[in-house]
């Protein structure tokens, strides 16, 4: 991330900057604006008595003042950014109302100066379009004192965050810092001369950020699915206003959707690659409703590099991307694929959270938390930012509805001189794949293809360890037969959802790789003849 100057970072502290950014008449809501999205009411319950679970860990908020002492700074991030007003708002009543009111009158009595963390710019953007969509749920019926020193703040931050917006990194986190300038030059009075120039800043970012094929730049589902978001409010924000939005956000909005529809597996939740998460099926769903976009998916994802396999009730995701830097992280899972069988998945990666302890952080990226094959225990891809990519090369012919696929990754080229190939055929009912993994140099080296298991596959090994017997909640049976490698049972997580860690199992097939390998395997549905 880009950050402010050390000189800057002193006049952001001063009462001059003070000064400089407060507002010059009375603040008034010229727009009331509104939140698109669903919260959770057992999670504001909980807020109700000072707990708040974000990204799976959970804290207690202090008695007075306002961030936990040990909380890290990506959770004290979240927390900053309010999000979760929507949890207490669903929690309805005055129950909810007045929580939230003495939630937002500590953020004020503790951060009445600049902070680097709080007043980071995609924290201050979240938290502007969070006050100003639920300003209506816990302020609007609040005394002056209260509503006014809340427009006061918001009008204030706004105009920092307008001047520090090219302090947020070049990714989706730009994009929340604009639309947090964006809703308050539109729904708060005397700031309109930052909606242009905010409006320029978003028509670059999308140019930068949304690829040919409507995928986000990070390659991250889930990220796509939260720059999605808050393109949706933006529009919102203007429509709202009477503002035609630019024709490029209108575009842009269209091709993501169109994508983030071709991201779900059939449980309606997302692809877990780099460091996403199933993200909730009633979230995507009003994202998705309020698009306003045509019922399309998309027909592939060249550039963001996550090919989609389907027949019959099966849907295969490999990633096919070049390595990239996911908000500063490099995720080593070229060629990993994840399955599902209707609305249950079957093979799937580990997936992420930001708001884990950083042992986590890391082993969420490695390769060997991707259902992919691992040479000598490294990963496939260098996990420093700047380091050497690996490039993918790929191959696909469908007909009569059987899918044939392949895959190459360079990854271990520079440390061990090898390649892998991956090749994949889905049956046109798609009760049969087959799959053939293909190693060439590496001599010597011992190898590791691991399928990591969803935590409701129920698994026994067979025939002696060469084949798996795997079994989903509504009783389907699938038998997994391995040639070439020693097949094994192992202990695994899951972290799907960012609010669990879930214990889960992994096959693991192992063997030595002698310059030219081949393993080779064969998921089939059990009874199919």
């Known amino acids: 991330m880009a950050e402010a100057s050390g000189f800057r970072r002193l006049l952001f502290r001063t009462p001059i900057y003070r000064w400089m950014i407060r507002p010059r008449r009375p603040v008034?809501?010229?727009?009331?604006?509104?939140?698109?999205?669903?919260?959770?009411?057992?999670?504001?319950?909980?807020?109700?008595?000072?707990?708040?679970?974000?990204?799976?860990?959970?804290?207690?908020?202090?008695?007075?003042?306002?961030?936990?002492?040990d909380a890290p700074s990506d959770w004290r991030a979240a927390l900053d950014s309010f999000d979760w007003l929507a949890d207490l708002r669903d929690l309805g009543g005055d129950l909810g109302r007045r929580r939230a009111r003495e939630l937002v009158g500590r953020w004020l009595d503790r951060y009445r100066r600049w902070d680097p963390l709080s007043w980071r710019p995609d924290v201050t953007g979240r938290r502007i379009a969070a006050w100003l969509g639920h300003h209506g749920f816990f302020c609007a019926s609040a005394d002056d004192e209260f509503r006014e020193r809340v427009l006061f703040s918001l009008a204030a931050q706004a105009r920092h965050l307008a001047r520090t917006i090219d302090d947020a990194p070049a990714g989706a986190d730009r994009i929340a810092a604009i639309k947090g300038v964006v809703l308050a030059a539109v729904g708060l009075t005397g700031l309109a001369v930052l909606l242009m120039p905010a409006l320029m800043r978003l028509e670059a970012a999308l140019a930068e950020q949304v690829l040919a094929d409507g995928g986000h730049s990070s390659r991250s589902p889930s990220v796509h699915l939260a720059a999605l978001r808050d393109l949706i409010e933006i529009r919102h924000a203007l429509r709202l206003a009477r503002i035609t939005p630019p024709p490029a956000l209108v575009q842009a909005i269209e091709a993501m959707v169109a994508m983030l529809r071709y991201l779900r597996h059939g449980d309606g939740g997302l692809a877990l690659f780099n460091g996403s998460n199933e993200e909730p099926g009633p979230l995507i769903d009003a994202v998705i409703q309020q698009s306003e976009s045509r019922p399309r998916l998309a027909v592939g994802a060249p550039d963001f590099g996550i090919e989609r396999l389907h027949a019959g009730r099966t849907t295969v995701f490999i990633d096919c991307g070049d390595s990239v830097a996911t908000d500063g992280r490099v995720y080593a899972g070229p060629l990993s694929f994840e399955l599902s069988i209707g609305r249950e998945r079957l093979i799937v990666n580990l997936g992420g959270s930001a708001l884990l302890p950083e042992a986590w952080a890391t082993a969420q990226r490695a390769t060997a938390a991707h259902s992919t094959l691992t040479i000598d225990d490294t990963n496939a891809i260098h996990l420093e930012p700047g380091a050497p990519a690996s490039s993918i090369v790929k191959g696909r012919e469908d007909s009569d509805g059987q899918i044939w696929f392949e895959a190459t990754h360079d990854g271990y080229a520079d440390r061990?001189?090898?390649?892998?190939?991956?090749?994949?055929?889905?049956?046109?009912?798609?009760?049969?794949?087959?799959?053939?993994?293909?190693?060439?140099?590496?001599?010597?080296?011992?190898?590791?293809?691991?399928?990591?298991?969803?935590?409701?596959?129920?698994?026994?090994?067979?025939?002696?360890?060469?084949?798996?017997?795997?079994?989903?909640?509504?009783?389907?049976?699938?038998?997994?037969?391995?040639?070439?490698?020693?097949?094994?049972?192992?202990?695994?997580?899951?972290?799907?959802?960012?609010?669990?860690?879930?214990?889960?199992?992994?096959?693991?097939?192992?063997?030595?790789?002698?310059?030219?390998?081949?393993?080779?395997?064969?998921?089939?549905?059990?009874?199919?003849?």
């Not at 698109?36 to 007075?64: H, I, K, N």
């Not at 011992?446 to 067979?462: E, G, I, K, N, T």
């Not at 038998?479 to 889960?504: F, H, I, N, Q, W």
């Open 416 to 529: 061990l001189g090898a390649s892998h190939q991956r090749r994949l055929y889905l049956s046109a009912d798609g009760e049969d794949l087959r799959g053939e993994e293909v190693v060439t140099g590496a001599a010597g080296k011992p190898y590791q293809l691991r399928f990591h298991l969803h935590p409701r596959v129920q698994v026994s090994l067979a025939q002696n360890a060469a084949a798996a017997l795997l079994k989903l909640p509504s009783g389907s049976g699938f038998r997994l037969r391995v040639s070439g490698g020693r097949l094994d049972l192992g202990e695994a997580v899951y972290l799907g959802r960012p609010d669990e860690m879930k214990r889960t199992q992994h096959l693991l097939v192992t063997g030595v790789l002698d310059g030219q390998t081949s393993i080779k395997w064969a998921l089939r549905r059990e009874g199919k003849r």
């Open 28 to 69: 008034d809501i010229a727009t009331p604006l509104t939140s698109l999205w669903p919260g959770d009411a057992a999670r504001g319950r909980a807020l109700v008595d000072d707990e708040l679970a974000l990204g799976g860990r959970a804290f207690t908020l202090p008695g007075s003042g306002w961030t936990p002492i």
